[in-house]
């Protein structure tokens, strides 16, 4: 878990939270520091709602990416296998606000492949924590490299930050593009290139 449980207890303490009422209650005292009344009937089962979508959102940290990549087969195959136009949904750890967009993977395997439904559930594992869109294009493409050794993997994000569109900048059409390049991917100019023709393709 992301807190320390030392940590946790002072903050409880602090809060005078009782132990299984952490969530509703702490949503219940950030609806009062808004400056709602969390005893409004439209906002009574708001603390509920709110505490099962964000341990949702942030189911991801429970979750083992070995577990989903290590079903994998052995084959004799050395040509590109592209998985694109991924939708990714995740929260930016710097507002926990949404940040929404495509992912496009690729991989050159070695001697195994993996399931193609593998790679959106891989993506998943770590969308679904507290992300930096730097932090999360790297970890999808090191679980690949880690797991199935291939010769080279790929991972471009292009996403619409919240936190930019809805306050800060409030730039509504803005994207940040953030890319990932291992093995083949960054050693050969031609490899590269082919997988970025290919996810601004139509055909594939
Ligand atoms: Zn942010």
């Not at 926990?96 to 495509?102: Q, R, S, V």
């Not at 690729?106 to 959106?120: C, E, Q, T, V, W």
Request: charged share 25%.
């Amino acid at each position: 878990m992301p807190n320390s449980d030392d940590e946790l207890r002072k903050l409880k303490a602090v809060l005078e939270v009782s132990s299984g009422q952490e969530w509703q209650q702490t949503i219940r005292l950030l609806l009062r520091l808004i400056g709602e009344d969390p005893n409004r009937e439209g906002l009574k089962r708001t603390p509920l709602r709110v505490a099962h979508s964000l341990q949702f959102l942030t189911s991801g940290y429970k979750q083992d990416p070995a577990k989903i990549l290590n079903r994998c087969f052995k084959v004799k195959q050395d040509e590109m296998v592209i998985v694109k136009d991924i939708d990714v949904f995740s929260l930016c750890e710097h507002h926990l606000l949404p940040f929404i967009g495509k992912c496009h993977v690729a991989y050159m395997p070695k001697d195994r492949i993996i399931g193609l439904s593998k790679i959106p559930r891989l993506i998943d594992v770590f969308a679904r924590r507290l992300q930096v869109q730097e932090r999360l294009t790297t970890q999808i493409a090191e679980a690949i490299n880690t797991h199935l050794q291939p010769l080279g993997v790929a991972c471009v994000i292009e996403a619409h930050h919240l936190c930019m569109t809805m306050r800060g900048v409030q730039k509504q059409n803005a994207k940040a593009i953030t890319s990932s390049m291992l093995g083949v991917f960054r050693s050969s100019d031609k490899t590269r290139s082919e997988f970025l023709t290919l996810i601004r393709s139509n055909l594939t």
